[in-house]
């Protein structure tokens, strides 16, 4: 198995579906990869998908709908079987066919859509798991070259301004709005593509989590091109 990936102590890399979700996150490692060579054609697909908003979520019916060559078939199969794989595991995948996400372009000095770095959280205990087939990958960062935007004295003084509330709720209203989950990349970054047809799995910010949640954040699309992501 070719790891495409820098060492580093960030990263896990595995070669089955069942070492993705067994292992436990420790450490500075808050990403896995279960690296794959996928064989099939996933532009086909994309291609034979009916675009309806901008985010389009593409059911099984709508797969087994396509009429494809053996090597979209092939690709289809694929994702077929990690719906089932991760679906088998208690997780709710969902399969995107994506011109591109909403931007956030109400604040001038913060934004907080997908496309800024930032971590998921949630009330429970979970993973981010995600899969592009098709169009351009995600990145992640090392925790080390990234700053919390909250705590950059101009941005924090800004959503200060912007709070005119009591001091006590401020922590509370940066929650509230999902300030607190986004970061400024610092000079020296060196973020990590995910590459196309590897299953990640990514660390959430939840109570029970052990290690610091992975910063991702969305490509910025290809001209002309869709995306074919799973998700949950």
Known sequence: MKNTFPDNNQIKVVSTFSE????NFQGTV???CWHRDLV???KEIVTKLELKENITEVSIDDLLALQLSENGHSAREIILKDIQLLSNFGASPSLNLLKCYERDNELDFISTDVYSYHIDRSPIETDTFLCTYHG????????DQVEQK???PEIREKLKKLHDGQD?????????YFFDLHY?????????NLGLGHLWRLAVDHPTQQVLPCVHRAPTENDGE???LLIC
Do not use: C, H
């Open 20 to 23: 993705l979700v067994n292992f």
């Open 30 to 32: 808050n990403a896995m």
């Open 40 to 42: 099939g054609d996933f």
């Open 136 to 143: 351009a990958a995600s990145d992640i960062a090392p925790n």
């Open 150 to 152: 909250i705590l950059i």
């Open 168 to 176: 006590t709720e401020f922590e509370t209203f940066l929650e509230e």
């Open 184 to 192: 400024q990349p610092k000079l020296d970054i060196e973020p990590i």
């Open 226 to 228: 869709y995306r074919l």
